[in-house]
C-alpha cells in the first residue's frame, strides 16, 4: 500500500460512498474535512488522519487505519478504517408517546405535549 491516496479514492475504497464520483460530489460540497479543513476531492489522506464525513444530515468521524485506493473486500475495507462516530439519537426517544388507546388528549394534555417539543 502506499503512503498517500486521495480522499474521494479512499471513501470509495472503504465503501462510503457507493460510487467514486459521489466521493468527489460531497468533497466538491463541503461535506468532508480532513483535520478539521474542508478536503478537496485530490487531497491525499495518510495513516491517523481524521475525516468528518457528512451523510444524510449526519456528522461520521473516519479515522485512517490503512491506505488503499481500489475498492476491496467488506473485511479489508473494514480494517482500513476505524469509526469514532458517537451514537445517533434514537427518534422515538425524542417524541413523547401516549398509551395506546388513551383517546384524544385533553387541552391541558395537548398544551403539555407542544412545551414538550418546543412548540409554544
Known amino acids: ?6 480522499v474521494d ?10 460510487t467514486r464520483s459521489a466521493a468527489t ?8 474535512r480532513v483535520g478539521g479543513e474542508r478536503a478537496k476531492a485530490a487531497q491525499p489522506v495518510r495513516v491517523g488522519d481524521e475525516l468528518r464525513v457528512r451523510i444524510s444530515g449526519f456528522d461520521r468521524i ?3 487505519r490503512q491506505t488503499i485506493s ?7 475495507a473494514a480494517a482500513a478504517v476505524e469509526d ?6 434514537r427518534p422515538d426517544a425524542l417524541f413523547a408517546a401516549r398509551d395506546r388507546g388513551a383517546g ?9 405535549i407542544d412545551r414538550l417539543r418546543g412548540r409554544e
Open 25 to 32: 460530489s460531497a468533497c466538491r460540497a463541503g461535506h468532508v
Open 62 to 64: 473516519l479515522v485512517v
Open 104 to 112: 384524544r388528549p385533553t387541552k391541558r394534555e395537548r398544551r403539555d
Open 9 to 18: 479514492s479512499w471513501l470509495w475504497a472503504v465503501r462510503i460512498y457507493k
Open 1 to 6: 500500500m502506499s503512503d498517500s491516496v486521495r
Open 70 to 76: 481500489k475498492r476491496v473486500g467488506a473485511p479489508l
Open 84 to 89: 469514532r462516530t458517537p451514537e445517533r439519537p
